[in-house]
């Protein structure tokens, strides 16, 4: 009976370990709705307008630069990420956008560019820097008349 215990035991902490490492190796993307983003230039918040379903578009009749700040986990040993940006778009022009990165001493890492089509559809930025305490915000410059919208960004660090 003490080896059965002892056994039964030893599988258990072998299975909780094993989980607790195989979660802490892989971090889960993060989705963020395009409604986090918010207008660039201070005087220009009356210009967007943010949606349950659409997220943040701009409304003013010239393109207005949005910033979305946006979370990620940083996996052990990982240094590079991707974020993916969902997007509705038919301005008959792209947008452009760029991911911004900075360490926890304001130091900037590095941008990514992101150019998303006019149709609308999903866009990725691969190898983002990323590393403890690294910060990520999307930039986009959105087109005019609430003509394309931010739907929402995924952080995959």
């Not at 040993?77 to 001493?105: E, P, R």
Request: proline residues 5%.
């Amino acid at each position: 009976m003490k080896t059965f215990k002892t056994l039964t035991l030893a599988v258990a902490t072998g299975l909780v370990g094993g989980l607790l490492t195989a979660g802490a190796a892989i971090a889960a993307p993060w989705v963020h709705h395009g409604s986090i983003c918010h207008n660039y230039n201070p005087g220009q918040a009356n210009d967007f307008d943010f949606y349950v379903g659409d997220g943040t578009k701009n409304a003013a009749t010239s393109v207005r630069y949005a910033i979305c700040p946006f979370v990620s986990t940083q996996t052990p040993g990982k240094t590079l990420g991707s974020v993916t940006v969902q997007f509705s778009n038919t301005s008959g022009a792209s947008i452009s956008c760029w991911v911004y990165t900075y360490d926890w001493n304001d130091t900037w890492k590095g941008t990514n560019p992101v150019s998303l089509p006019n149709g609308g559809s999903i866009a990725t930025a691969s190898n983002v820097p990323d590393g403890f305490y690294y910060r990520h915000s999307l930039l986009c410059a959105l087109p005019a008349n609430r003509t394309g919208a931010i739907n929402g960004i995924e952080s995959n660090f």
